[in-house]
């Protein structure tokens, strides 16, 4: 069973920068897929980023330029990088996984709140 843990949320002023983390442990041979979606109440989840095996990355419009999506592979570790933050960024935020031969995982989710 593979399990996913993020870190990294929290509260921060209009301008601000934060780094979300999520780290993957348990059985896994490759990784297809990794990306960041977000939540906000009453809304269904909005896909963020995502960055694919080869290393190629996407980005929803709203984001482009200021956030960034990485990864480390060897330690099976998504980042999002998210640089001039607004208060419309404020949501839960959710890593996904999709790993080959195991299924499609998702992180417990982090919020983060961007606020004066």
């Known amino acids: 069973q593979v399990q996913l843990v993020e870190s990294g949320g929290g509260l921060v002023q209009p301008g601000g920068s934060l780094r979300l983390s999520c780290a993957a442990s348990g059985r896994i041979l490759g990784i297809k897929q990794m990306a960041w979606y977000r939540q906000t109440p009453g809304k269904g989840r909005e896909l963020v980023a995502l960055?694919?095996?080869?290393?190629?990355?996407n980005y929803a419009d709203s984001v482009k330029g200021r956030f960034t999506i990485s990864r480390d592979g060897a330690a099976n570790t998504v980042f999002l990088q998210m640089n001039s933050l607004k208060p419309e960024d404020t949501a839960v935020y959710y890593c996904y996984f999709d790993i080959p031969g195991s299924g499609y995982y998702w992180g417990q989710g982090t919020q983060v709140r961007v606020s004066s």
């Open positions: 960055i694919i095996g080869g290393g190629g990355t």
